[in-house]
């Protein structure tokens, strides 16, 4: 079924790919940071994933570097999935916005950027899309305080 | 002896009766809640089952939602507030008109419930005076009526000074 695309894929893609596993019937690319606008690229021009299906962090505080950022993709052609990781560190986190490549990038890059402080270079609307302006920190970061939070409307005394 | 177009009263009818202001004015008042709906998250199914046919809460003169906070005197928060969500409540509280009464409907609306994070709200109390808090997630419908009737008698029990002023 999949396999014999997931395997065309793993040829194609052998020279950038650090990794590439499938597990639970995705296949998973592990790449470097600098690779992933070619990556991309090539999966959705000669592979048929048509569907930009999410993206999100993985935030791992002893480790260096600090962040895994994922892409979920998926082909309407193939009905297969792939899942491409990259790492970037704290000081510079920092990937390759997929805007130009997938229009509905947009929205899931400005969730990430507020929930994990992970920049998308060239995405030009990074707002607050679930937070709202103000609010300070990366709340689904591992050193965001459990209880920390920043109210807009003050409390009332309810002590009176 | 009886003229064309009079009628005496039957004899037996009522024809006065005596009550405090205050009674009468909270016995009236209590059986014309207009609730406000508040809806944000799950409730709000518990709510559309206590407030259609099965439950009834028109039985309580407390049927008929108004959209509007300028038309309603009673708010009913059902589900979970988030930070972001909280001004948009004080908004909608402050247009309410006197006299008005707040119901925190579920566990989110009364202490946030599970919710103990950067986004929820830890009970609606944090910003806006509440008079009567509904457990539960979500809570039964019985648990909803019994709240509404403790309203009831809380409103009937209320002084009204508008009405005392003037008469």
């Known amino acids: 079924m999949s396999e014999a695309l997931f395997e065309q894929v793993r040829e194609h893609l052998a020279p950038v790919a650090l990794d590439a596993t499938v597990a639970h019937g995705t296949l998973a690319l592990t790449i470097d940071p600098a690779n992933l606008l070619d990556v991309v690229r090539a999966l959705k021009d000669s592979f048929g994933f048509d569907m930009f299906s999410d993206v999100t962090a993985v935030d791992w505080p002893e480790r260096e570097p600090r962040f895994d950022v994922v892409w979920h993709f998926y082909s309407t052609r193939h009905f297969a999935r792939v899942r491409v990781k990259t790492r970037v560190p704290l000081a510079d986190p920092t990937v390759d916005t997929l805007v130009p490549l997938y229009g509905s990038a947009r929205y899931m890059e400005r969730e990430c950027h507020e929930m994990y402080g992970i920049v998308f270079r060239g995405n030009d609307d990074l707002r607050p899309i679930l937070l709202y302006e103000g609010f300070e920190g990366h709340p689904l970061r591992k050193d965001y305080p459990k209880h920390k939070e920043q109210p807009l409307v003050p409390y009332r005394d309810t002590k009176s | ?167």
């Open chain 2, 1 to 167: 002896m009886s003229t064309p177009g009079h009628r005496a009263a039957p004899s037996g009818a009522f024809e006065y009766l005596t009550t405090k202001k205050d009674e009468f004015v909270g016995w009236a008042r209590k059986f014309s809640l207009f609730p406000y709906p508040f809806v944000t998250a799950c409730c709000a199914m518990e709510f559309m089952s206590v407030s259609s046919t099965l439950y009834d809460t028109d039985r309580f003169g407390a049927a008929l939602p108004r959209f509007t906070p300028r038309q309603s005197d009673l708010l009913m928060v059902v589900g979970t507030v988030t930070h972001k969500q909280a001004p948009i409540l004080k908004k909608v509280y402050e247009q309410m008109c006197e006299p008005k009464w707040v119901i925190a409907f579920g566990v989110c609306a009364t202490s946030g419930g599970f919710y103990q994070n950067y986004a929820a709200l830890p009970g609606i109390d944090k910003i806006i005076p509440v008079d009567l808090y509904i457990p539960g997630c979500p809570p039964r419908p019985e648990m909803v009526i019994d709240g509404i009737m403790k309203l009831q008698d809380k409103i009937a029990r209320e002084r009204h000074p508008i009405i005392n002023d003037r008469f």
